[in-house]
């Protein structure tokens, strides 16, 4: 159950500074590139020591997004079944995203989450949540953002949304919004809620800037569930 702390008001007492100037904004990219690229968590973004490039016509780089956004949230599809045998829910929602690319759909990333819930409820037996949802959706677009030649098409991934992590979620609550415990239990509306406040606080480029903030965020993370009272349910 995913837990809410919203008596913490003093965001001069958390808010953090972050860099985003357009180097260091590169230099982050290029660290989530290589990171665990030998263990393959990343490898499919990889020829050698090279990420891919970024290609409309290559079905295999968006399906290749989306199962590694998958893999990312894999911990806590507990129980999911045929996700070796059976990827039509993901593919499908590759196929979508390649579509949008292409300016054959629009951005609607409710319509893809909530399409990927279904999917995975017929072709894997699971029932997904929102939360797990937009992990996957948003971490595609990540993986997508770092490819070479991704740069040409920054006006498609300016409507990106933040994907919402431990990370992520505590970078916002320092900046004196509300605290969430367990992303993976997040509704769509409290998801809306959140990347509403977000889009607030950062203006525009937030798939780029979430590159700078979870690297820096993992260093400065306080299990902050642990050490504030006035939790409630949602």
């Not at 030998?38 to 989306?66: C, H, I, M």
């Not at 300016?103 to 997904?128: G, L, P, V």
Request: proline share 1%; net charge neutral; glycine share 6%.
């Amino acid at each position: 159950m995913a837990i809410i702390i919203s008596n913490i008001t003093k965001k001069e007492q958390y808010a953090m500074v972050f860099n985003f100037s357009n180097s260091n904004l590169a230099n982050m990219i290029n660290i989530f590139r290589c990171k665990n690229k030998g263990d393959g968590k990343r490898g499919p973004f990889y020829n050698g020591s090279q990420p891919w490039n970024f290609d409309l016509e290559d079905e295999g780089l968006f399906r290749s997004a989306v199962w590694q956004g998958y893999l990312d949230a894999s911990r806590t599809f507990v129980k999911i079944k045929h996700t070796q045998d059976c990827r039509y829910a993901f593919n499908n929602l590759a196929s979508s995203i390649q579509k949008y690319f292409k300016d054959e759909e629009n951005f609607d990333h409710s319509k893809w989450c909530i399409a990927f819930i279904n999917d995975i409820r017929e072709y894997n037996e699971y029932e997904a949540r929102y939360g797990q949802a937009q992990k996957v959706v948003n971490m595609a677009f990540k993986y997508l953002y770092c490819c070479e030649g991704a740069d040409k098409y920054r006006d498609k991934f300016e409507y990106c949304h933040m994907p919402l992590d431990q990370f992520t979620l505590a970078w916002l609550f320092s900046e004196g919004g509300k605290f969430y415990a367990g992303w993976s239990y997040l509704k769509e509306d409290v998801y809306n809620e959140t990347q509403s406040k977000i889009k607030e606080i950062l203006g525009d480029n937030i798939i780029g800037k979430e590159f700078v903030m979870w690297e820096e965020m993992q260093k400065q993370y306080v299990d902050l569930e642990k050490n504030y009272h006035g939790q409630k349910k949602i």
